[in-house]
Nanobody
Framework: QVQLVESGGGLVQAGGSLRLSCAASGRTFSSYTMGWFRQAPGKEREFVARISNVGINTYYSNSVKGRFTISRNNAKNTVYLQMNSLKPEDTAVYYC????????????????WGQGTQVTVSS
């Protein structure tokens, strides 16, 4: 079991930056693949980025590649999402998720979820 708590969301102007954090409970954080997803109003939740358990492998959706960076600090049980060059279309609730599968990529692969943090990008 792992519990996840996101923070760092807020209101930012287009072109700005935010860094989201996700703090995890438990002593086995380093065994989990971690992911970030987002859900915009009226839309389905979508994949944003994921990182392997020790942080070697990362993967991004095409919509954020080159602007967002996922990272993790296993000593602090925390995963981050650095978001640069933000656009109004990045506005969404951002969710942190954990999976025990090294191949986790899809939403259904992740069994543990945080409560989400709102990111709003104004034009």
């Amino acid at each position: 079991q792992v519990q996840l708590v996101e923070s760092g969301g807020g209101l930012v102007q287009a072109g700005g930056s935010l860094r989201l954090s996700c703090a995890a409970s438990g002593r086995t954080f380093s065994s989990y693949t971690m992911g970030w997803f987002r859900q915009a109003p009226g839309k389905e939740r979508e994949f944003v980025a994921r990182i392997s358990n020790v942080g070697i492998n990362t993967y991004y959706s095409n919509s954020v590649k080159g602007r967002f960076t996922i990272s993790r600090n296993n000593a602090k049980n925390t995963v981050y999402l650095q978001m640069n060059s933000l656009k109004p279309e990045d506005t969404a609730v951002y969710y942190c998720a954990a999976s025990g599968s090294i191949a986790a990529m899809r939403e259904r692969d992740f069994g543990f979820w945080g409560q989400g943090t709102q990111v709003t990008v104004s034009s």
